[in-house]
């Protein structure tokens, strides 16, 4: 069934997005992330144009990540003070990020740059979780060595704040600059950023693994929505009927990816996850590297 | 469509007494295309008489239809440190969203090359202006990739005639055609000089749910900003306690 997308100016098969939504969906509830990173680069293979790639995929994270947050915040898993110090950062990195976004578009790289941050984020991230899930598989049955808490540099920094729930006393300037960098990148790559804020808040703040998921979750929600409506404003780029029909089969296939991501075990999850990361990263620097087939493109001017 | 055709001739023939002072008559058969949510692309037929015979040995057809113009950019990719980046780019600026020629011959085969450079007849006669980068393989780029997308057709012997008075032409609209207004004009030729034209036009306009988005979107951009945030807010939580129910 073909469907006109408004904004993205495209004809394409309704199905094709709801099955895209689903099969995204469901890799993102059996590994426990966003998906966004994938999702992003697949409809852009699709010949969706990078600019509504990225705007929907934004808007697309943020309907995948509200149910989550409702449930983590009845939980009471969400740390607000230290919620509310990333959101700030976040909203000030989605401005930047956006800004940066709009000056690519003008000197025509966005599409090279929006490829080339997925291939350094997602190598470097997949890389990681492969080698740590290697060295987590080869002493499985030792006990997990205590986790580091990096008391030590952020110690001197001023605007010190008590995070009662992550039971933390530290500056906010790590936080806010951690939701600043993780701002930037899901303005300019259409993901919430859970892959990377996780790990962030667990090594480089130390929060307890309890709060981490609610409290990543606020953020996404909080920078997805800043970012979906700087990107609608700006540089009108958000189709909405795109991201209408790849939530649908989302949300579905999320359903079904919980349900089966509990016969998996952590271990080998993470494996499997950082090799689908690092597979993605390969066939986007591929599509780089690769001389073109067609060197010109025409586009309507920007400007 | 074949009922289009024979609605065009009974037409024709009802008009045939009374439009016989003109050389040259000629009609759409649609003023307006609607492009709706499930639009695939549609084509326009062009119909007409004319008085003197047409045809081989006779007088000859040229139909030309443009679309609205718009300022693109043409890209070359460069290799960078092993990355192939855009690279230099030339603007045009005044191009037609759609152009198509039919004729009952090539346009160069019927009319001398001054005529037909200084009424834009043929892909070749387009008046495209770049800045930016210089060389002949921008624009020979721009064409290529146009006529790859349908949207710049220049096909000889597509007008077909009947009965050396009545002919028709058709226009192809891919599913990508700009909305705009079209102009149309249809060119009686004799001995390599144009003796009668008309000018005609047509509508490509957004219709439906598709144009009320796009036109809430560029019209009202931060109010359609909230409604996507809401939407999609709305959709995710709706989504999830459907399916964990079901």
């Keep these: 069934m073909q469907i006109y997308l408004p904004i993205a100016e495209m004809s394409v098969d309704a199905l094709l997005l709801v099955g895209l939504g689903f099969l ?4 993102s509830g059996l590994f426990g992330v966003g998906g966004g990173f994938l999702l992003t680069p697949l409809l852009i293979l699709i010949g969706v144009p990078p600019a509504v790639a990225v705007a929907s995929g934004a808007n697309q994270t943020l309907g995948a990540s509200v149910s989550g947050l409702i449930a983590q915040a ?7 003070p230290m ?38 984020i997602l190598g470097v991230v997949g890389a990681l979780m492969v080698m740590e899930s290697l060295r987590a598989l080869l002493r499985r049955r030792r006990a997990l060595p205590a986790r580091m808490h990096q008391h030590g540099w952020a110690h001197g920094l001023p605007f010190k704040m008590r995070f009662r729930k992550s039971r933390l006393y530290m500056s906010a300037l790590p936080p806010l600059a951690i939701g600043f960098g993780i701002g930037v990148l899901s303005a300019i790559m259409g993901v919430g950023g859970g892959f990377m804020l996780v790990p962030a808040m667990i090594y480089l703040l130390g929060m307890p693994t309890a709060v981490v998921i609610g409290t990543s979750l606020l953020h996404i929600v909080c920078v997805t929505a800043a970012v979906t409506f700087l990107q609608a404003v700006q540089l009108g780029a958000v189709d909405i009927v795109l991201t209408l029909l ?18 998996l075990r952590g271990e080998e999850t993470r494996a499997l996850l950082g090799l689908l990361v690092l597979a993605v990263a390969a066939l986007l620097l591929w599509n780089l590297i690769a001389p073109p087939e067609e060197p010109f493109s025409v586009e309507r001017a920007p400007w | 469509m074949v009922k289009a055709l024979l609605t065009a001739l009974l037409l024709l023939a009802a008009l045939a007494p009374g439009a016989r002072a003109e050389a040259l008559v000629a009609r759409l058969s649609a003023e307006r295309i609607a492009v709706t949510t499930a639009f695939t692309g549609e084509s326009l037929l062009v119909f007409g008489s004319t008085e003197e015979p047409i045809g081989p040995g006779g007088d000859e057809i040229l139909v030309v239809a443009r679309g609205p113009t718009a300022p693109f950019v043409v890209r070359r990719k460069v290799r960078v440190l092993g990355l192939w980046l855009n690279g230099p780019s030339a603007r045009f600026e005044e191009v037609p969203g759609f152009y198509a020629i039919l004729g009952s011959r090539a346009a160069w085969r019927l009319l001398p090359e001054a005529v037909r450079q200084e009424r834009g007849l043929g892909l070749d006669a387009l008046p495209l202006a770049a800045s930016g980068a210089r060389g002949p393989a921008f624009r020979a780029a721009l064409l290529e990739l146009k006529r790859e997308a349908g949207l710049w057709q220049e096909e000889a012997g597509e007008v077909e005639i009947a009965g050396a008075r009545l002919f028709s032409a058709r226009i192809p609209l891919p599913s990508t055609v700009p909305a705009g207004a079209y102009s149309v004009e249809v060119y009686l030729v004799r001995s ?3 003796v009668a034209t008309e000018f005609l036009g047509f509508e490509v306009a957004r219709t439906g749910t598709a144009a009320r988005i796009e036109a809430l979107a560029r019209g009202a951009p931060a109010l359609y900003g909230l409604l996507c945030v809401v939407l999609a807010a709305l959709a995710g939580w709706l989504g999830s306690v459907v399916f964990r129910r079901g």
Excluded at chain 1, 24 to 27: A, K, P, R, S
């Design chain 1, 74 to 80: 009845r939980r009471a898993n969400v740390d607000w």
């Design chain 1, 83 to 120: 919620g509310a110090v990333l959101v700030a950062g976040g909203l000030a990195g989605s401005l930047a990020g956006v800004q940066l976004f709009a000056l690519l578009r003008r000197l025509g790289q966005l599409d090279a740059a929006v490829a080339l941050s997925y291939v350094v």
């Design chain 1, 246 to 263: 790849l939530l649908l089969g989302g949300v579905a296939g999320a359903q079904l990816g919980v349900a089966m991501g509990g016969r």
């Design chain 1, 24 to 27: 995204v969906g469901w890799l």
């Design chain 2, 192 to 194: 390599r000089r144009i």
